[in-house]
């Protein structure tokens, strides 16, 4: 058997291990230890109410933000794109902070989501539409329309954060990405959307593996290049706009975990795509068990933690390119 192959099982394999192990740690770490849950039924409801909706939710949400930045990078040929990098996680979060001001408590549950999808589309297609017209769609040209975008969303951000009144606290914790408010209503709604954009790229593998050669020589090979670019925006708009609009702006997933799988098991999506759900699943489960196991004073929120990891990786990113650019 090929060894490329027999390392693609052996990582998958070791994913699907991993996920059971590290949500049954999360649900056991904290102030209240596994064996006083088992012995209070008042402290069993802790575990079934609190703490396995967020389990769920870090779970469902790291494999959408996983899943977006692989959907970006793939779309752009761009190993430094995510839907944190161009903007569109800011625009998603713009639209569904506008919608958490505006709306009112009993509203806000359908029209946060709602708002910060439609706003992570049109952010979606804004940002596919400049990278193009730069004619440096795999290049500069996005990482640059990217980060105008996100500039303007930020200061748009900026005047909602001044007009939040009372609701600043809670709006700031959301913007930085946070799971501290889970309960089961937002695991319920990602769990579809999850579903479907694993499915959804697991259909696709195919096409986007020949995508990866280029436009020209896919629409040669009887690939729809135009119908497949349509299906990654709607995927990378789709997967990262209700996550964020449900546990705020969580950067860098998108980014770390489709780069670190490429370059462990190749470029054929039809092992990216499980591997890349599973391993953000467990990267964000992971992060948001240690910033809730131990919070000295308050809460971390788990997107600041992931930046500081986030950031640094980016820069090296950025830096192996540029050698490898300048290598004659």
Same mark, same amino acid.
């Given at each position: 058997?090929?060894?490329?192959?027999?390392?693609?099982?052996?990582?998958?394999?070791?994913?699907?291990?991993?996920?059971?192990?590290?949500?049954?740690?999360?649900?056991?770490?904290?102030?209240?230890? &596994?064996?006083?849950?088992?012995?209070?039924?008042?402290?069993?409801?802790?575990?079934?109410?609190?703490?396995?909706?967020?389990?769920?939710?870090?779970?469902?949400?790291?494999?959408?933000?996983?899943?977006?930045?692989?959907?970006?990078?793939?779309?752009?040929?761009?190993?430094?794109?995510?839907?944190?990098?161009?903007?569109?996680?800011?625009?998603?979060?713009?639209?569904?902070?506008?919608?958490?001001?505006?709306?009112?408590?009993?509203?806000?549950?359908?029209?946060?989501?709602?708002?910060?999808?439609?706003?992570?589309?049109?952010?979606?297609?804004?940002?596919?539409?400049?990278?193009?017209?730069?004619?440096?769609?795999?290049?500069?040209?996005?990482?640059?329309?990217?980060?105008?975008?996100?500039?303007?969303?930020?200061?748009?951000?900026?005047?909602?954060?001044?007009?939040?009144?009372?609701?600043?606290?809670?709006?700031?914790?959301?913007?930085?990405?946070?799971?501290?408010?889970?309960?089961?209503?937002?695991?319920?709604?990602?769990?579809?959307?999850?579903?479907?954009?694993?499915?959804?790229?697991?259909?696709?593998?195919?096409?986007?593996?020949?995508?990866?050669?280029?436009?020209?020589?896919?629409?040669?090979?009887?690939?729809?290049?135009?119908?497949?670019?349509?299906?990654?925006?709607?995927?990378?708009?789709?997967?990262?706009?209700?996550?964020?609009?449900?546990?705020?702006?969580?950067?860098?997933?998108?980014?770390?975990?489709?780069?670190?799988?490429?370059?462990?098991?190749?470029?054929?999506?039809? &092992?990216?795509?499980?591997?890349?759900?599973?391993?953000?699943?467990?990267?964000?489960?992971?992060?948001?068990?240690?910033?809730?196991?131990?919070?000295?004073?308050?809460?971390?929120?788990?997107?600041?933690?992931?930046?500081?990891?986030?950031?640094?990786?980016?820069?090296?990113?950025?830096?192996?390119?540029?050698?490898?650019?300048?290598?004659?």
């Amino acid at each position: 058997m090929d060894a490329l192959v027999q390392r693609r099982r052996r990582v998958l394999l070791l994913l699907g291990l991993l996920l059971p192990i590290a949500a049954l740690l999360a649900l056991g770490l904290g102030p209240l230890t &596994w064996q006083t849950c088992v012995a209070d039924a008042t402290l069993r409801r802790v575990v079934v109410e609190i703490r396995l909706p967020r389990v769920l939710l870090a779970l469902l949400a790291g494999a959408c933000f996983s899943l977006g930045g692989l959907a970006a990078q793939t779309l752009f040929r761009n190993p430094l794109a995510s839907p944190y990098v161009i903007g569109i996680s800011h625009g998603a979060a713009t639209g569904a902070a506008l919608a958490l001001l505006a709306a009112s408590p009993a509203a806000a549950w359908l029209l946060v989501p709602l708002t910060g999808t439609l706003a992570g589309l049109l952010v979606t297609a804004l940002t596919l539409v400049l990278a193009l017209r730069l004619a440096e769609a795999a290049g500069a040209g996005l990482i640059l329309a990217g980060i105008a975008i996100s500039a303007f969303f930020a200061a748009l951000t900026a005047g909602l954060l001044y007009l939040a009144g009372e609701k600043l606290a809670a709006l700031v914790f959301w913007l930085m990405g946070g799971l501290t408010h889970a309960g089961w209503h937002e695991p319920l709604t990602l769990l579809p959307i999850t579903v479907l954009g694993l499915f959804w790229m697991q259909r696709l593998a195919p096409a986007l593996n020949v995508w990866l050669t280029g436009e020209r020589s896919a629409a040669d090979l009887g690939v729809e290049t135009t119908r497949l670019r349509l299906h990654l925006v709607a995927l990378i708009g789709l997967l990262t706009s209700v996550t964020v609009s449900l546990c705020g702006v969580i950067g860098f997933v998108g980014l770390i975990v489709p780069h670190i799988f490429r370059r462990l098991l190749g470029a054929d999506h039809r &092992w990216l795509v499980p591997a890349s759900a599973a391993g953000g699943a467990l990267l964000l489960l992971v992060a948001d068990t240690l910033v809730r196991t131990f919070a000295f004073r308050g809460e971390l929120p788990v997107g600041v933690l992931t930046a500081l990891l986030g950031g640094p990786f980016f820069l090296w990113l950025l830096l192996r390119r540029n050698n490898t650019a300048g290598t004659p």
